[in-house]
């Protein structure tokens, strides 16, 4: 596995080269042409960086903004008052809190959803890999096919199979089609191709251990960092997810974030309806704070899965 | 892919048996293809058979065999649809995908001060949900009391209203693009990592420089990630719901029931009650879809060859 300690590594130099296979002089020649920074070409890219980063900005600026002041201040600095502790009590305390159930919806849904989904794809991904089985081309064909499917074709027929089996506006009408990760499944694959050498599952058979005893106790172990790669993609999808509760549903009780946060914005364009915008901006930065989190705090993991399980010519 | 273990026990000399070709494998697939089957087999079978009948006001059900079809080809509101989801697609993608790729080649370089900051940083918008980035930057985009009327009143400007019909579909690109611009760029850079590095190397000592570095020896290794990143953003573009119906929270005038075909799909189910035809042009959609993507993979990897 080169390629995990080349993400990992972020010395300058020459990242790629192993030492053993180069002599002395061609290292310093590398160093040096690669690692003479640009500032100019810093600036150019921290321009993009400028456009990624400033609606997050303001986002943050502007959950410490009161309804009031997020009318009479300029959107890329302070209000005289800040106010974001509040924000952050109104919200989990308007509508008798249900934001923070709407959050607990999310994690199950998370939990549930995306673990459930890896945990399949980690299990299926491994099969593709690493045996050989009757019907095995057919899998292939009908899973590659069926990620160019675009899942809102399934939505309406999926609503009405829900619906019919008096799945909709339960839990379930989220969870179970979060299950299910073609991307996840394709990614493992190939992670799992590279990652668990034959060898080691031969000595393993010759062994005597039976193949789900090899696949706890010498792959997992071997398949972390493209476990941690699907799982973090599979949380983001769930966490995310608009469409599918958007459909399936209708009591706010069962809603995630991300239905709960829309429904707080459209209560404003609402005749009658109470504007909340203030509540709907600190909700979205409460929403997002957790999977950024994730990503900072898990970056070496899946960044390496990522280039292990990348496409490869 | 499934070839590499075969190739594999070939070289070692093993015979083809140590493949064991039996039905333990399915122990492992067996699980995720069952979920499979209830969760896309059978709404894709289920969509097509609701595409065959339609619902009358009087005399309930009927078949009526290719009707639905016919209809959505001669319907006005869906090429309206598709048409803008086109042209969406033909400016946006590209945009993104030269953006991604142009940050790609600059943080692999090892050029930029910061490079780890860089790479994480770009990519965190692909952790905002597209409910998030969407009201952000409708609240960013409001010329009254957003970030473009504060610009407009602080410096004297009159910039243009994104939130107009004229320029409502470029706003949906501009949010669509900051979405996902770091994520295709982190799957060209992850594959720009796998390059053997002893092509650069030789590249070097043949006195190229850079630049044909980049273009004789990292593009062509970018091919297939980005027929991948450019098939997935097809799919994306076609399938184009979220934003522009969040944005409709704002102002319903300002993003029609048809404006793209998914929003189409889900107001004929969801508002009007009309399944049948709902699953009619969600399956046509589907079937462009497929085409176009499948088009794209032979044309992308036959240049390959």
Redesign the interface.
């Known amino acids: 596995m080169a390629?995990t300690t080349?993400?990992a590594d972020?010395t300058?130099g020459?990242?790629?080269?192993p030492a053993s296979s180069?002599g002395p002089l061609?290292i310093r020649?590398?160093r040096s042409?690669?690692?003479?920074?640009?500032?100019t070409?810093?600036v150019?890219?921290g321009l993009?960086?400028v456009?990624?980063?400033l609606?997050?900005v303001?986002?943050a600026i502007?959950a410490t903004k009161t309804q009031e002041g997020?009318?009479d201040s300029?959107?890329?600095w302070f209000a005289d008052d800040f106010a974001l502790f509040d924000n952050i009590g109104a919200t989990f305390a308007y509508n008798d809190g249900i934001f923070a159930r709407w959050l607990l919806n999310t994690l199950l849904y998370v939990i549930a959803g995306a673990g459930g989904a890896t945990m399949?794809?980690t299990?299926?991904g491994?099969?593709?890999?690493?045996?050989?089985?009757?019907?095995?081309?057919a899998?292939?064909a009908?899973?590659i096919?069926?990620v160019?499917?675009?899942?809102?074709?399934?939505?309406?027929?999926?609503?009405?199979?829900f619906s019919n089996l008096g799945l909709t506006d339960t839990p379930w009408a989220v969870i179970?089609?979060t299950?299910?990760s073609?991307f996840g499944?394709y990614l493992m694959?190939?992670f799992a191709?590279d990652a668990v050498p034959?060898e080691i599952l031969?000595a393993a058979r010759v062994d005597g251990a039976g193949?789900?005893r090899t696949?706890f106790g010498i792959s997992l172990p071997l398949l972390a960092p493209g476990i941690v790669t699907v799982l973090l993609f599979n949380v983001?999808g769930t966490?995310?997810n608009?469409?599918l509760p958007l459909?399936m549903l209708k009591d706010p009780d069962w809603y995630p974030?991300?239905?709960g946060?829309?429904a707080w914005?459209?209560q404003a364009?609402t005749t009658g309806g109470e504007a909340v915008?203030n509540l709907?901006?600190t909700g979205?930065l409460l929403?997002?704070v957790p999977?950024?989190a994730?990503?900072?705090l898990l970056?070496r993991y899946w960044?390496s899965g990522?280039?292990a399980g990348?496409?490869?010519? | 892919?499934?070839s590499?273990?075969h190739t594999?026990?070939q070289a070692l000399g093993r015979p083809p048996t140590?493949?064991?070709?039996?039905?333990?494998?399915?122990?492992?697939?067996g699980?995720?293809?069952a979920?499979?089957a209830?969760?896309?087999?059978?709404?894709?079978g289920?969509?097509i058979y609701?595409s065959l009948f339609r619902t009358q006001l009087i005399g309930g059900t009927a078949f009526v065999g290719a009707d639905n079809y016919l209809k959505v080809l001669q319907d006005p509101q869906f090429w309206s649809s598709f048409g803008r989801v086109a042209i969406f697609l033909v400016v946006q993608v590209p945009v993104m995908l030269f953006?991604a790729l142009?940050?790609a080649l600059?943080?692999d370089?090892?050029?930029?001060?910061?490079?780890?900051f860089?790479?994480?940083?770009?990519?965190?918008?692909?952790?905002?949900?597209?409910?998030?980035?969407t009201?952000?930057?409708g609240?960013?985009y409001g010329t009254q009391?957003?970030?473009v009327g504060?610009i407009n009143e602080?410096f004297g400007l009159s910039l243009p209203d994104p939130l107009s019909p004229d320029l409502i579909l470029a706003s949906i690109g501009n949010i669509v693009t900051?979405e996902f611009?770091?994520y295709n760029m982190?799957?060209l850079y992850?594959?720009l990592?796998?390059v053997n590095?002893s092509l650069?190397?030789a590249a070097?000592i043949d006195g190229a420089g850079q630049l044909r570095i980049i273009w004789s020896v990292k593009i062509p290794?970018l091919?297939?990630?980005l027929v991948?990143a450019t098939?997935f953003s097809i799919?994306g573009s076609?399938?184009l719901?979220?934003e522009p119906s969040?944005l409709k929270?704002?102002?319903?005038n300002l993003v029609t029931t048809y404006f793209t075909p998914?929003l189409y799909?889900?107001s004929l189910?969801?508002s009007g009650q009309q399944?049948n035809y709902?699953?009619t042009v969600?399956?046509v959609?589907?079937v462009i879809?497929?085409i176009i993507?499948?088009v794209v993979q032979l044309r992308g990897m036959r240049k390959?060859v």
């Open positions: 390629t080349h993400i972020r300058p020459p990242k790629r080269a180069h061609v020649r590398r042409a690669r690692g003479r920074r640009s500032a070409l810093t150019l890219t993009v960086l456009y990624t980063l609606p997050l303001w986002l502007n997020l009318l300029f959107g890329l399949l794809a299990l299926g491994y099969g593709l890999a690493k045996f050989d089985f009757p019907g095995k081309k899998v292939f009908v899973v096919g069926a160019a499917v675009p899942g809102t074709a399934l939505a309406v027929p999926t609503f009405l199979m179970i089609p299950l299910v073609p499944l694959w190939t191709t034959r031969e193949e789900f696949f983001v966490w995310n608009y469409f459909i974030l991300t239905i946060l829309k914005n459209q364009a915008f709907v901006i979205s929403t997002i999977l950024i994730a990503f900072l970056q960044q990522l280039a990348s496409v490869k010519e | 892919m499934v590499v273990g594999h026990a140590s493949k064991r070709r039996s039905w333990i494998g399915w122990q492992f697939v699980p995720f293809m979920v499979f209830l969760i896309f087999l059978a709404p894709i289920y969509s609701l953006l142009l940050l600059a943080i370089s090892g050029r930029l001060y910061g490079t780890a860089f790479r994480i940083s770009v990519f965190l918008p692909y952790a905002v949900p597209a409910v998030v980035a009201l952000m930057w609240f960013m009391f957003g970030l504060n602080a900051w611009v770091g982190l799957i992850s594959a990592r796998v590095p650069y190397e070097e290794a091919r297939g990630a991948i098939i799919i076609f399938q719901f979220n969040i929270t704002l102002d319903p998914n799909a889900y189910s969801f399944f709902s699953a969600a399956i959609m589907g879809t497929m993507a499948y390959a």
